[in-house]
């Protein structure tokens, strides 16, 4: 079993830019493939962006392409989300997921959750 925290997330302007960070810990981090998903009110959790084991590989929501960039440090257990250029739409509470599966953008193939880092984005 893994267990995940996020963190990084707060208030910034629009524009602006946060780092969210994951820390796992219980298993090696290297043995998931992991996302970040978020869920603003009132609305469905969505996918943001998923990095394979050894961070070859990645995809992003359209909505975040060419703003968001996903990486990992295996060394350090920690899966980041590098966020530029926010929009007001971006705020959510995001999460960080961790999944024993091959690579999926679907929320419902991760297996671990964190307990999530609120991002508002301000005009």
């Known amino acids: 079993q893994v267990q995940l925290v996020e963190s990084g997330g707060g208030l910034v302007q629009a524009g602006g830019s946060l780092r969210l960070s994951c820390a796992t810990s219980?298993?090696?981090?290297?043995?998931?493939?992991m996302g970040w998903f978020r869920q603003a009110p009132r609305k469905e959790r969505e996918f943001v962006a998923a990095?394979?084991?050894?961070?070859?590989?990645?995809a992003y929501a359209d909505s975040v392409k060419g703003r968001f960039t996903i990486s990992r440090d295996n060394a350090k257990n920690t899966i980041y989300l590098q966020m530029n250029s926010l929009k007001p739409e971006d705020t959510a509470v995001y999460y960080c997921?961790?999944?024993?599966?091959?690579?999926?953008?679907?929320?419902?193939?991760?297996?671990?959750w964190g307990q999530g880092t609120q991002v508002t984005v301000s005009l």
């Open positions: 990095i394979s084991r050894s961070g070859g590989n990645t």
């Open positions: 219980g298993r090696t981090s290297s043995r998931y493939v």
């Open positions: 997921a961790a999944g024993i599966q091959l690579f999926a953008l679907d929320g419902d193939k991760y297996d671990y």
